[in-house]
T-cell receptor, first 116, second 112 residues
Framework: DTGVSQNPRHKITKRGQNVTFRCDPISEHNRLYWYRQTLGQGPEFLTY????????KSRLLSDRFSAERPKGSFSTLEIQRTEQGDSAMYLCASSSQGQAFSDTQYFGPGTRLTVL | QKEVEQNSGPLSVPEGAIASLNCTYSDRVSQSFFWYRQYSGKSPELIMS????GDKEDGRFTAQLNKASQYVSLLIRDSQPSDSATYLC????????????FGRGTSLIVHP
């Protein structure tokens, strides 16, 4: 399977614990995105990497969230001191550098986080 | 604040009918438009992209773009029960940002 992969697929944690998710993009894609999606809503942008550089970060993202993409390959998203409001599907998407404005993103299967 | 509006539905159509899904956007300089299908509990799957005014057809799907009126639509011909899903509209604006704004999606139900 050469698509975007995410691990774990499901994570249940207790409030206050730290969690880390991993995303492996499509191999030739240099752009990687993290989104959060809650029931009945569209994906909400969290952060974006081009190669290893984190170029944009949503103002909605608290300092409990951090993301990395060492060496411009896989990426990790860490949430510290989880809260019940963090419960959501965390989606990763990747794209390749093409024509301006025509960036097509391909999504991974997502990691569903439940904070008890 | 860039906004993408979709009727949340559900839109219910009989099998074999044409389903019409609509999306409006607020940013006049938007350049790229995408339709994703999302089954319950799954991640979004790209159906179509469109960049120029007019129609773009791909199998049973047709995307229609009208930049002057700031709307984009998706038509699904010969709707099948397997088309039952939430359809997300996503819009990229000009200016170098590759971050699309997503609508909340329209739920489509195709009943036999």
């Amino acid at each position: 399977d050469t698509g975007v992969s995410q691990n774990p697929r499901h994570k249940i944690t207790k409030r206050g614990q730290n969690v880390t998710f991993r995303c492996d993009p499509i191999s030739e894609h240099n752009r990687l995105y993290w989104y959060r999606q809650t029931l009945g809503q569209g994906p909400e942008f969290l952060t974006y990497f081009q190669n290893e550089a984190q170029l944009e970060k949503s103002r909605l993202l608290s300092d409990r969230f951090s993301a990395e993409r060492p060496k411009g390959s896989f990426s990790t998203l860490e949430i510290q001191r989880t809260e019940q409001g963090d419960s959501a599907m965390y989606l990763c998407a990747s794209s390749s550098q093409g024509q301006a404005f025509s960036d097509t993103q391909y999504f991974g299967p997502g990691t569903r986080l439940t904070v008890l | 604040q860039k906004e993408v509006e979709q009727n949340s539905g559900p839109l219910s159509v009989p099998e074999g009918a044409i389903a019409s899904l609509n999306c409006t956007y607020s940013d006049r300089v938007s350049q790229s438009f995408f339709w994703y299908r999302q089954y319950s509990g799954k991640s979004p799957e790209l159906i179509m992209s469109i960049y120029s005014n007019g129609d773009k057809e791909d199998g049973r799907f047709t995307a229609q773009l009208n930049k002057a009126s700031q709307y984009v639509s998706l038509l699904i011909r010969d709707s099948q029960p397997s088309d039952s899903a939430t359809y997300l509209c996503a819009v990229n604006s000009a200016g170098g940002s590759y971050i699309p704004t997503f609508g909340r999606g329209t739920s489509l139900i195709v009943h036999p």
